[in-house]
């Protein structure tokens, strides 16, 4: 595999990189939150004596003396500003203390008193609050009409209603989220594991009355994110609000149990699917109706029919989202939120169409291909949907499946394919591209790495503009006194941030070649792109992609295991093969492991997430995912942006749950439409020897 | 995590004259489970003794030619043994089906035997839980139970226990081997747990301060086969839904030797005697191995999540049986 390792690799290898908490400046505290204990109600009394008792607890913050914040964009940040109690895991009180054992020893011995209120934490198909928003994440109408789905679905030669389930998923990155912050002179530093330090930057700033350039925010070295970094999080706020009420540095890494509550996750969704066809499989009608919900602070709406607007051929659509707003965390995003469960029913339904119609998967979809975007009716920047299915098909050797699969020994093994899509996203960004007297060049741009090679890609699209080594280019990021850069989300960074490095860097090269010589000091180039992105573009953008996957499920026991994972991926030209490729096998790694393993069960009493660990909430090990391989397809789509790649941090996820689940239905016959598919999916419901 | 004391004394006796009368004290070893309920704040105990460092480290083969297992063998060196594999397939299975291989590089046969449920309302301080807190409740049995007990569980506790090894070691008829304060003592494994019953905070037959030493497994039963299979969702680091360890012997066609121990059941290691007794001179077939296992969970009582754990304790416990007499018959 070519391409560039990790320019950070061996600090991260070594120990030497430095994540947000390995922060400790001179005189640092320790802070730990105390969560509530129920899901609805107010704090009549809080007792603090107890834990104030210890001489090594410096200060208990309480919704009665921590310091006033402004109003927040995002209502889950106004943390400790009233007694009302929204969710089970809130925090209600901040111990900070000398030590991290003392913070946390004070925080089991605060007393809180609450007036509980009945809670409504069950996500039940008939709730009397289910209501319509007018948008759904990412800014999508709630819903879209197209044509008349009921004059279709009435027509139609055949027929598919089902019904898909997803339970609430967590992001769980390893590294927990974290933050060491403190104020000096009137400013505000704050080290966060963050997607975006702009983002913290100017949310911090807001909240606490402050102007921009009177906040730096960091984000180093970020262990994982997969969007619950994506947006400021509670914790940094407790850690700068402490910092500000005692006087000096705090830090707070939020235990991982705390984590279901605090920081987002995917909101579970209740899907019906219907797709009407004629006989030889092409769609007339599509529907795909969504259920989901957000919580009593904030709305957020799993865009989970959007993709369904982007992927087949049909004359008459109509896809819908309704929410109920509960007393449980706010969801948020998680990986390709809205494509990832959204492709896992619609590819399911089309699995069940194929079926239907009596047609091989791979044929239907390319039999319902379109030839523009469907709902917008916009031609397609690129769309190699079909070169990725074939390609696919022929590595991993579909041609060789029968129309159900195969015994061996007590084994039943399967196989299964799926489509995927995800947006192209781009934001402008600013970059410096700085040429030194030695020969070297130095990259700035506010990007963040979240474990995905970004500085990496970044120094490799500067040195392919100026025809030199990259180990001659020197990326600055994760820093908001940087260029303005943007959040590492939506798949959009290495196109939002390389534009403008690559458009710096372009700039920088043509003065070189004009002969500009280089002073002492360095030359430098900066570019901001807000205007070249602002131009927008009349094409419909995404990255497209194909998944296919081989399981064995065991007939005593119902248990599934993959065999084989195989993804091939349209997605622009791809910058750096190594890092890139890591990117999508994890992202199918995510899309198995949700198949198959994750799980969050809201437990309706307590109402919280009970699953608060990973021996509990179970993610794929290295066990089960024993040979996955991740492939492209040569694309270059100069419609995107001048680097001609798509984003590619998100579309390994989608569709590879319902490839999973397909292949479980070749195997057994059994069509598991409620995730996670596992021994208790299976069991019994397949016939024995 | 509160602060503790923590001594490591030298010699086992001097160990359990440390814990002897200090009810709020813990032995130490391999740590894997008490030092992560002393994080939960569901273990808080004052004083750590810690015990890694004794003289019990060691596998050693005992007269009657069986094994003699230090109670600070690690599992990982316990599964690799070589007299294990050989005599024992069923406790070296046990063992590498359990946990991930950085736990069993720590964790030590004693320590596995009385590692704590992992019912998630044990291990949640800010929720009642009999066993944690005597007579706060059980919320298991309406909330979340999917994991939990279908056998030997009571109104008062659902939870189950979740060491592999414990399965294994209750086929073997293997017997622990203790230390108190009035010198030392042996109880057969099948008799080291209990069920909850209306006490379910009482989980051991151990008394105050008492230590064990050593782990003794007789000598292996001629002609039989053994094996331990364990039914999990995901492949590596995950506990039983339902596990079975079974020691079989077959002449003739029919069943001359049994032990069969469910794990991930029931409260404690589940030896299914009845099961045991219906084989004994019963046709080596699947027809009688499902008869005899179907009666042996003619006790179970699912509730309203955990129900497919019987038909799932039988599918495994049955082809387990099977795999094991077609393995001799071809032997």
Redesign the interface.
């Given at each position: 595999m070519s391409g560039h390792g990790r320019l950070e690799g061996r600090e991260k290898v070594t120990g030497a990189a430095r994540y947000s908490d390995d922060r400790r400046p001179a005189g640092c505290l320790h802070a730990c939150p105390v969560p509530a204990t129920v899901a609805r109600g107010a704090i009549t009394s809080i007792d603090t004596s107890e834990a104030l008792a210890d001489p090594r607890v410096v200060a208990v913050l309480t919704h009665l003396d921590a310091p006033r914040l402004a109003e927040a964009d995002d209502p889950t940040l106004a943390v400790l500003q009233s007694a009302r109690v929204s969710y089970r895991g809130q925090c209600v009180a901040l111990a900070v203390a000398e030590t991290l054992e003392a913070a946390e020893q004070a925080a089991t011995v605060v007393r809180v008193t609450y007036e509980a209120e009945p809670h409504d934490v069950v996500l039940v198909e008939d709730h009397p609050g289910i209501y319509a928003p007018d948008l759904a994440n990412g800014g999508h109408p709630a819903d879209r009409v197209r044509g008349d789905f009921d004059a279709a679905w009435a027509a139609a030669e055949v027929r598919i209603d089902a019904t898909y389930r997803i339970p609430p998923l967590h992001n769980h990155p390893m590294e927990p989220h974290a933050a060491t912050a403190w104020w000096e002179d009137g400013r505000l530093t704050a080290y966060d594991s963050s997607q975006g330090t702009g983002e913290v930057q100017k949310t911090l700033a807001a909240l606490f009355r402050l102007e921009h350039t009177q906040v730096l925010a960091v984000s180093e070295h970020v262990g994982g994110g997969f969007g619950c970094k994506g947006t400021p999080r509670p914790h940094v706020v407790l850690a700068a609000m402490a910092a500000r009420a005692v006087g000096r540095p705090v830090r707070l890494a939020l235990p991982r149990a705390q984590l279901a509550a605090t920081v987002g996750h995917r909101a579970p969704t209740v899907q019906r699917v219907r797709l009407a066809a004629r006989s030889d499989g092409r769609i007339q009608g599509l529907a795909q109706e969504i259920l989901t919900r957000s919580s009593t602070v904030k709305e957020f709406v799993e865009q989970a029919a959007v993709p369904a607007r982007v992927m087949y051929r049909s004359p008459a659509s109509r896809t819908t989202h309704r929410v109920v707003r509960q007393d449980v965390p706010t969801p948020s995003w998680m990986r390709a939120p809205g494509e990832t469960p959204g492709m896992f029913a619609l590819e399911s339904a089309m699995d069940e169409l194929a079926l239907a119609c009596g047609l091989d998967p791979m044929e239907l979809r390319l039999r319902n291909e379109p030839d523009t975007e469907p709902d917008s009716g916009r031609p397609f920047s690129s769309r190699h949907l079909t070169e990725c299915l074939r390609e696919g098909a022929r590595r991993f050797g579909w041609q060789r499946r029968g129309p159900a699969g195969r015994p061996e020994g007590r084994l039943l093994v399967g196989t299964g394919v799926a489509a995927s899509t995800y947006p192209v996203l781009i934001g402008s960004a600013a970059a410096e591209v700085r040429a030194e007297a030695d020969g070297t060049f130095v990259v700035r741009v506010n990007a963040t790495d979240i474990g995905t090679g970004a500085r990496t890609v970044l120094a490799v699209i500067a040195a392919e503009v100026l025809a030199v080594p990259v180990d001659r280019i020197r990326p600055e990021i994760g820093r908001s006194d940087l260029p303005r850069g943007g959040v590492a989300g939506g798949s959009s960074g290495t196109s939002s941030w390389g534009w403008a490095v690559h458009a710096a860097t372009s700039g920088l090269a043509r003065r070189l070649a004009e002969g500009v010589r280089v002073p002492p000091e360095g030359l430098s180039v900066c570019v901001d792109t807000r205007e070249l992105v602002a131009q927008g573009t009349e094409f419909a953008r995404h990255a497209f992609g194909a998944q296919f996957a081989e399981v064995q499920v065991d007939r005593d026991t119902g248990e599934v295991r993959l065999r084989r994972l195989l993804g091939v991926f349209a997605a622009g030209r791809i910058l750096n093969p190594r890092t890139a490729r890591s990117q999508l096998l994890g992202g199918m790694v995510m899309g198995a492991s949700m198949a198959l393993l994750e799980e969050s069960t809201m437990d309706p009493a307590f109402g919280d997430h009970a699953e608060r660990d990973l021996a509990s909430y179970h993610v794929a090990v290295n066990a089960d995912v024993p040979d996955v391989q991740a492939y492209w397809i040569e694309e270059e789509d100069r419609h995107v942006s001048p680097m001609g790649s798509k984003g590619i941090g998100e579309i390994g996820i989608v569709g590879t749950a319902a490839a999973v689940a397909n292949a479980v239905h070749h195997a057994t016959g059994v069509r598991v439409r409620d995730l996670p598919i596992g021994a208790r999916a299976l069991l019994g419901r397949f016939s024995g020897p | 995590?509160?602060?503790f004391g923590y001594l490591r004394p030298t010699d086992p006796v001097e160990a359990v004259r440390l814990l002897v009368g200090s009810p709020e004290a813990r032995y130490l070893a391999g740590g894997t489970n008490l030092v992560d309920l002393m994080k939960?704040?569901v273990e808080r105990p004052r004083l750590l003794v810690d015990v890694s460092r004794l003289p019990l480290g060691d596998v050693t083969p005992t007269d009657g030619g069986g094994l003699r297992i230090g109670a600070l063998v690690t599992n990982a060196d316990l599964a690799a043994d070589p007299r294990v594999r050989a005599a024992y397939p069923v406790l070296s299975q046990a063992l590498l089906a359990g946990a991930?291989g950085q736990l069993r590089n720590r964790a030590t046969t004693a320590g596995n035997l009385l590692q704590r449920t992992?019912c998630?309302y044990f291990q949640?301080?800010?929720?009642p839980c009999n066993k944690r807190s005597p007579g706060t409740g059980c919320?298991a049995r309406?909330?979340?139970h999917?994991d939990l007990a279908v056998l030997g569980a009571s109104e008062q506790c659902i939870a189950t226990h979740p060491s592999d090894l414990a399965v294994a070691l209750a086929a073997l008829d293997a017997v622990v081997e203790l230390l108190g304060p009035d010198g030392p003592r042996t109880l057969p494994v099948t008799d080291l747990h209990r069920l909850p019953g209306d006490r379910p905070h009482e989980e051991h037959r151990l008394l105050p301060g008492e230590l064990i030493t050593a782990v003794a497994v007789p000598p292996p039963v001629p002609e039989t086969l053994s094996a331990y299979r364990k039914?999990?969702?995901?492949?590596?680091?995950?506990?039983a839904?339902?596990s079975a360890a079974g020691i079989l012997a077959v002449r003739a066609g029919r069943v001359t030797h049994l032990a069969l121990v469910l794990g991930g059941l029931a409260p404690k290691p589940w030896r299914a005697r009845a099961a045991e007794q219906r084989l004994i001179g019963a046709p080596a077939d699947e027809a009688s191995f499902t008869a005899a296992v179907e009666a042996e969970l003619a006790a179970a009582r699912p509730l309203r999540d955990n129900a497919?754990k019987v038909?799932?304790a039988r599918?495994?416990a049955?082809?387990l049986l099977c795999d094991l007499a077609a393995k001799g018959q071809a032997r």
């Amino acid at each position: 595999m070519s391409g560039h390792g990790r320019l950070e690799g061996r600090e991260k290898v070594t120990g030497a990189a430095r994540y947000s908490d390995d922060r400790r400046p001179a005189g640092c505290l320790h802070a730990c939150p105390v969560p509530a204990t129920v899901a609805r109600g107010a704090i009549t009394s809080i007792d603090t004596s107890e834990a104030l008792a210890d001489p090594r607890v410096v200060a208990v913050l309480t919704h009665l003396d921590a310091p006033r914040l402004a109003e927040a964009d995002d209502p889950t940040l106004a943390v400790l500003q009233s007694a009302r109690v929204s969710y089970r895991g809130q925090c209600v009180a901040l111990a900070v203390a000398e030590t991290l054992e003392a913070a946390e020893q004070a925080a089991t011995v605060v007393r809180v008193t609450y007036e509980a209120e009945p809670h409504d934490v069950v996500l039940v198909e008939d709730h009397p609050g289910i209501y319509a928003p007018d948008l759904a994440n990412g800014g999508h109408p709630a819903d879209r009409v197209r044509g008349d789905f009921d004059a279709a679905w009435a027509a139609a030669e055949v027929r598919i209603d089902a019904t898909y389930r997803i339970p609430p998923l967590h992001n769980h990155p390893m590294e927990p989220h974290a933050a060491t912050a403190w104020w000096e002179d009137g400013r505000l530093t704050a080290y966060d594991s963050s997607q975006g330090t702009g983002e913290v930057q100017k949310t911090l700033a807001a909240l606490f009355r402050l102007e921009h350039t009177q906040v730096l925010a960091v984000s180093e070295h970020v262990g994982g994110g997969f969007g619950c970094k994506g947006t400021p999080r509670p914790h940094v706020v407790l850690a700068a609000m402490a910092a500000r009420a005692v006087g000096r540095p705090v830090r707070l890494a939020l235990p991982r149990a705390q984590l279901a509550a605090t920081v987002g996750h995917r909101a579970p969704t209740v899907q019906r699917v219907r797709l009407a066809a004629r006989s030889d499989g092409r769609i007339q009608g599509l529907a795909q109706e969504i259920l989901t919900r957000s919580s009593t602070v904030k709305e957020f709406v799993e865009q989970a029919a959007v993709p369904a607007r982007v992927m087949y051929r049909s004359p008459a659509s109509r896809t819908t989202h309704r929410v109920v707003r509960q007393d449980v965390p706010t969801p948020s995003w998680m990986r390709a939120p809205g494509e990832t469960p959204g492709m896992f029913a619609l590819e399911s339904a089309m699995d069940e169409l194929a079926l239907a119609c009596g047609l091989d998967p791979m044929e239907l979809r390319l039999r319902n291909e379109p030839d523009t975007e469907p709902d917008s009716g916009r031609p397609f920047s690129s769309r190699h949907l079909t070169e990725c299915l074939r390609e696919g098909a022929r590595r991993f050797g579909w041609q060789r499946r029968g129309p159900a699969g195969r015994p061996e020994g007590r084994l039943l093994v399967g196989t299964g394919v799926a489509a995927s899509t995800y947006p192209v996203l781009i934001g402008s960004a600013a970059a410096e591209v700085r040429a030194e007297a030695d020969g070297t060049f130095v990259v700035r741009v506010n990007a963040t790495d979240i474990g995905t090679g970004a500085r990496t890609v970044l120094a490799v699209i500067a040195a392919e503009v100026l025809a030199v080594p990259v180990d001659r280019i020197r990326p600055e990021i994760g820093r908001s006194d940087l260029p303005r850069g943007g959040v590492a989300g939506g798949s959009s960074g290495t196109s939002s941030w390389g534009w403008a490095v690559h458009a710096a860097t372009s700039g920088l090269a043509r003065r070189l070649a004009e002969g500009v010589r280089v002073p002492p000091e360095g030359l430098s180039v900066c570019v901001d792109t807000r205007e070249l992105v602002a131009q927008g573009t009349e094409f419909a953008r995404h990255a497209f992609g194909a998944q296919f996957a081989e399981v064995q499920v065991d007939r005593d026991t119902g248990e599934v295991r993959l065999r084989r994972l195989l993804g091939v991926f349209a997605a622009g030209r791809i910058l750096n093969p190594r890092t890139a490729r890591s990117q999508l096998l994890g992202g199918m790694v995510m899309g198995a492991s949700m198949a198959l393993l994750e799980e969050s069960t809201m437990d309706p009493a307590f109402g919280d997430h009970a699953e608060r660990d990973l021996a509990s909430y179970h993610v794929a090990v290295n066990a089960d995912v024993p040979d996955v391989q991740a492939y492209w397809i040569e694309e270059e789509d100069r419609h995107v942006s001048p680097m001609g790649s798509k984003g590619i941090g998100e579309i390994g996820i989608v569709g590879t749950a319902a490839a999973v689940a397909n292949a479980v239905h070749h195997a057994t016959g059994v069509r598991v439409r409620d995730l996670p598919i596992g021994a208790r999916a299976l069991l019994g419901r397949f016939s024995g020897p | 995590m509160r602060e503790f004391g923590y001594l490591r004394p030298t010699d086992p006796v001097e160990a359990v004259r440390l814990l002897v009368g200090s009810p709020e004290a813990r032995y130490l070893a391999g740590g894997t489970n008490l030092v992560d309920l002393m994080k939960l704040g569901v273990e808080r105990p004052r004083l750590l003794v810690d015990v890694s460092r004794l003289p019990l480290g060691d596998v050693t083969p005992t007269d009657g030619g069986g094994l003699r297992i230090g109670a600070l063998v690690t599992n990982a060196d316990l599964a690799a043994d070589p007299r294990v594999r050989a005599a024992y397939p069923v406790l070296s299975q046990a063992l590498l089906a359990g946990a991930s291989g950085q736990l069993r590089n720590r964790a030590t046969t004693a320590g596995n035997l009385l590692q704590r449920t992992r019912c998630l309302y044990f291990q949640d301080t800010a929720k009642p839980c009999n066993k944690r807190s005597p007579g706060t409740g059980c919320p298991a049995r309406e909330g979340v139970h999917r994991d939990l007990a279908v056998l030997g569980a009571s109104e008062q506790c659902i939870a189950t226990h979740p060491s592999d090894l414990a399965v294994a070691l209750a086929a073997l008829d293997a017997v622990v081997e203790l230390l108190g304060p009035d010198g030392p003592r042996t109880l057969p494994v099948t008799d080291l747990h209990r069920l909850p019953g209306d006490r379910p905070h009482e989980e051991h037959r151990l008394l105050p301060g008492e230590l064990i030493t050593a782990v003794a497994v007789p000598p292996p039963v001629p002609e039989t086969l053994s094996a331990y299979r364990k039914v999990r969702d995901r492949a590596s680091y995950a506990f039983a839904l339902a596990s079975a360890a079974g020691i079989l012997a077959v002449r003739a066609g029919r069943v001359t030797h049994l032990a069969l121990v469910l794990g991930g059941l029931a409260p404690k290691p589940w030896r299914a005697r009845a099961a045991e007794q219906r084989l004994i001179g019963a046709p080596a077939d699947e027809a009688s191995f499902t008869a005899a296992v179907e009666a042996e969970l003619a006790a179970a009582r699912p509730l309203r999540d955990n129900a497919y754990k019987v038909p799932l304790a039988r599918n495994l416990a049955v082809r387990l049986l099977c795999d094991l007499a077609a393995k001799g018959q071809a032997r």
